[in-house]
């Protein structure tokens, strides 16, 4: 059952159909949630954006994509919570370095790399909000501009100006000697 | 915080101005790629969420406000104090009361006759109701344009008595001729609901209802503006906006089984009322046309 059929059968009520999305995009609804900053509630905040998404089912235009869509509303959900919580969003991600799909033989290599990859995470971190939300969508959430823009609520523009002043200021964090 | 958000014409532009977007960003794109793709993030297994949604969604009904995602959800008349005007709302006229054969048929031909050319606009402010401006009724249809409160939240419930058939029972379960719009084939399923009063064909990513829609009305939408548009040339009404839908039981009563749907067109084939709901304007159009 392909997105459109399911969106389809959910809006006659057939939840069966609306389960067919939850599991296929429940990956990266919590993926997003978590580089958003919803920590440790991002099991709420995910449940809660698929809830959502169903009452809303009919304003959603059929013409475009299912996951940016949803990711806005998860992006939303997000928002709603560390605001509320009054702190500041912050990236609930781990290095997962333990499970590196290849490990380089040498392990002073491995010892270099990850320390780059803690400071550059470090920095991500430290980034204000809003480029940190574009960085997190651009390269961590591997999405296009226009998704971006689209789970952000923002222009095209501002995203590209967002990620450019985050990128700048990662530049400047971490210096070029960590990047190779 | 930068106030200079939304006026990315400072650093970007001077800066991608060199004809090189994300100039000597490669590196650290690449960098950043990488370390995504080594960070985790705790997930329980999708099934188990889709359950727990599922749960959610069938629970009782949810006390919370409508969910508000974000500007873009935007919907005429959620705002309104009326909010709970759309739940209980006596229909202006109750309909048929068990009269005999005879008394329907005269009846139909006189509803026939009307429905040909016929979109009646009523000043109608029912009990309860007074937000609707109008009502159009086509078709078997009823549509109130107003202000229609907020979209219904729970969870639809299928038409009563709905049943899976094959379209062969279907044709023999119902009293109308049923019509399949040589645009879409055979459909993909095929339910028959309330004693053969209604039809519901589907294919991925359309729904068409069929009713006989002459004898009262069957479904009843409510909606803000824009009102639907007329598509003279079919005959038929286009909803362009996501609207309350709810069924009007067969012996009359409030509508129930009310589920948000999506944009719909309504024409008349004979004595049959058709819904269609899913296509875009444009196809909607065609198929409606191919339902000859």
């Known amino acids: 059952m392909d997105d459109d059929e399911a969106i389809t059968r959910s809006l006659a009520g057939d939840l069966d159909a609306y389960e067919v999305l939850v599991t296929r995009y429940s990956a990266v609804a919590h993926r997003t949630a978590g580089l958003l900053g919803a920590g440790e509630e991002a099991q709420d905040v995910v449940q809660e954006a698929f809830v959502k998404a169903f009452r809303h089912l009919g304003s959603f235009r059929r013409e475009s994509a299912f996951k940016p869509w949803l990711l806005r509303i998860v992006a939303n959900e997000t928002h709603n919570l560390t605001r509320s919580r009054g702190r500041r969003a912050d990236l609930a991600m781990r290095l997962g370095l333990e499970r590196e799909p290849y490990e380089p033989e040498d392990p002073e290599g491995v010892a270099v790399a990850a320390d780059g990859r803690s400071r550059l995470l470090e920095a991500v971190r430290g980034l204000p909000d809003r480029e940190r939300e574009a960085v997190v969508c651009r390269y961590f959430l591997q999405l296009s501009e226009a998704e971006t823009a689209e789970v952000l609520g923002v222009r095209l523009g501002t995203v590209k100006s967002r990620t450019f002043r985050g990128l700048r200021r990662l530049r400047e964090e971490v210096g070029r000697e960590l990047l190779r | 915080m930068s106030s200079s958000d939304d006026h990315p014409g400072d650093d970007f532009q001077a800066h991608s101005g060199t004809g090189r977007p994300g100039d000597g960003f490669g590196d650290l794109e690449a960098e950043l790629r990488a370390l995504g793709d080594t960070l985790h993030s705790p997930a329980p297994p999708p099934s188990g969420v889709a359950r727990a949604v599922r749960a959610r969604l069938e629970g009782p009904a949810h006390t919370e406000s409508p969910a508000r995602p974000g500007r873009r959800f935007g919907r005429p008349g959620r705002d309104g104090s009326g909010s709970r005007a759309g739940q209980a709302r006596p229909l202006g006229s ?199």
């Open chain 2, 94 to 292: 109750p309909r048929r009361d068990g009269r005999s054969r005879r008394v329907r048929l005269s009846r139909r031909k006189v509803a026939a006759a009307l429905a040909v050319f016929l979109a009646v606009l009523i000043g109608a402010t029912p009990q309860g109701r007074a937000a609707v401006a109008s009502v159009l009724r086509f078709a078997g249809v009823e549509i109130g344009v107003g202000a229609p409160g907020p979209l219904p939240a729970g969870v639809p419930s299928p038409l009563p008595g709905e049943r899976r058939v094959t379209l062969d029972e279907a044709r023999r379960a119902v009293a109308f001729p049923i019509v399949v719009p040589f645009a879409l084939g055979d459909p993909a399923d095929v339910r028959v609901a309330d004693g053969g009063r209604v039809v519901s064909l589907f294919w991925p990513g359309a729904r068409l209802d069929e009713f006989d829609g002459t004898l009262g009305v069957v479904f009843r939408k409510d909606l803000g503006e824009p009102w639907p548009e007329e598509i003279p040339r079919l005959r038929a009404w286009w909803v362009q906006q996501p609207h309350r839908l709810s069924y009007v039981p067969r012996h009359g009563g409030a509508p129930r089984e009310e589920r948000v749907a999506a944009p719909t067109l309504i024409w008349q084939r004979g004595a049959v009322g058709l819904r269609l709901e899913g296509p875009s304007r444009d196809q909607a159009l065609r198929i409606a046309a191919s339902a000859r």
